[in-house]
């Protein structure tokens, strides 16, 4: 299986920065893309970036160009989400997740962690 586990959440002001870090472990071959994901109070859960592991393509939200910035570290297998000029609307629950195909659709992952809340207050 894959386990994912993601941190670096946490309450910001406006024009704040935060990285989120996902570590994942277990049945790495499986991650061929994966991504950061948020779902605010009410609303549907988002594709906010995704990238390829295996090279540097990458996709953002339209939301959060220029301001957000996927990596990904191989060698410690870990996912990162750089989120600089953060903005009330960014507000929500972070997930990182993995699957077969590049996509900010969130349905089509399969692997899921617990999530990390990031709050930015006006």
């Known amino acids: 299986q894959v386990q994912l586990v993601e941190s670096g959440g946490g309450s910001v002001q406006a024009g704040g920065s935060l990285r989120l870090s996902c570590v994942a472990s277990g049945y790495t071959y499986r991650m061929n893309y994966m991504g950061w994901f948020r779902q605010a109070p009410g609303k549907e859960r988002e594709g906010v970036a995704v990238m390829y592991t295996g090279g540097t393509v990458t996709d953002y939200a339209d939301s959060v160009k220029g301001r957000f910035t996927i990596s990904r570290d191989n060698a410690a297998n870990t996912l990162y989400l750089q989120m600089n000029r953060l903005k009330p609307e960014d507000t929500g629950m972070y997930y990182c997740?993995?699957?077969?195909?590049?996509?900010?659709?969130?349905?089509?992952?399969?692997?899921w962690g617990q999530g990390t809340q990031v709050t930015v207050s006006s």
């Open positions: 997740a993995a699957g077969p195909i590049f996509s900010l659709d969130p349905h089509k992952y399969n692997y």
